[in-house]
């Protein structure tokens, strides 16, 4: 069985239509089994989401999506909206499997997928930013992440991160009943071995930003994960934790990439 996984579309972005394009027929030309797009695929405008995953029309295999935080973002105050409904919607209307909410199972394998999301675990300790400025999502001078203006969940960041990783746990717990291996599919980084390397006073703030330990210490008790990926931070990583290959997929607005295993 072949799969194809990608992240961190943006479609859109930077008008990046031809881009994305060409990545769709590389991908389709792959002839896998299974594609799963790990979040981020656009942002604001639902008919963006419609017109990226339309152009997978002629992929033959099964399609499945995962959320990420620019798919949240809104101008009308309630993500969760977007989150819980319209994205199943448009999932469903051209045929992907919308991970978020059910996983999914083929040949005894099973796959899970979460947005995940970010508790300030990944801070790091060495470098002294206020506090207030993770609050905001803003150093002043130095950079803001825009989660901050467009993401409305009616909740702070760490309660919003306890509910989707009491999700994905109950998820895994569901999957591991029946499947025999399990690959985890995961918007933000769920390991500090994925994370973005700090070369700069963004890096070192958006950081923060990047996901929860908690997250991988979910996926880390379940022995049938073998492959987790994730993306967000658009910088290729590849880590062996234990017995699980894990892979931040490296995708940004620009330059696409995917990854194939088979299994």
């Not at 506090?131 to 467009?150: A, C, H, I, M, Q």
Request: with cysteine; proline share 3%.
């Amino acid at each position: 069985m072949k799969i194809i996984i990608t992240a961190d579309i943006h479609y859109g972005v930077g008008q990046n239509q031809l881009i994305v394009k060409k990545l769709v027929r590389r991908i389709i030309s792959t002839k896998a089994d299974i594609l799963i797009i790990v979040g981020d695929t656009f942002a604001f405008r639902t008919e963006l989401l419609n017109e990226c995953l339309q152009l997978f029309d002629d992929f033959k295999g099964d399609k499945l999506l995962v959320a990420g935080n620019h798919d949240l973002w809104t101008d009308d105050n309630n993500s969760l909206v977007v989150y819980n409904k319209i994205l199943p919607q448009i999932a469903k209307k051209n045929r992907f499997h919308f991970l978020d909410q059910k996983p999914f199972i083929k040949n005894q394998f099973g796959f899970v997928g979460s947005i995940s999301w970010y508790d300030f675990s990944f801070c790091n300790p060495n470098i002294i930013i206020p506090k207030k400025y993770y609050l905001e999502k803003s150093w002043p001078g130095v950079v803001t992440y825009n989660d901050g203006r467009f993401v409305h969940l009616g909740m702070n960041e760490v309660k919003f991160t306890e509910k989707i990783n009491r999700k994905l746990k109950l998820h895994l717990a569901q999957v591991s009943k029946s499947t025999e291996k399990i690959i985890c599919l995961i918007h933000h980084v769920p390991f500090k071995e994925l994370l973005r390397s700090n070369n700069t006073s963004a890096d070192w703030f958006l950081t923060a930003f990047s996901g929860s330990e908690k997250t991988g210490d979910i996926i880390k008790s379940f022995p049938k994960v073998r492959y987790v990926f994730c993306g967000h931070t658009h910088q290729k990583k590849k880590a062996q934790i234990g017995k699980i290959t894990a892979i931040n997929i490296g995708s940004d607005y620009l330059q696409k990439r995917f990854e194939v295993i088979n299994i």
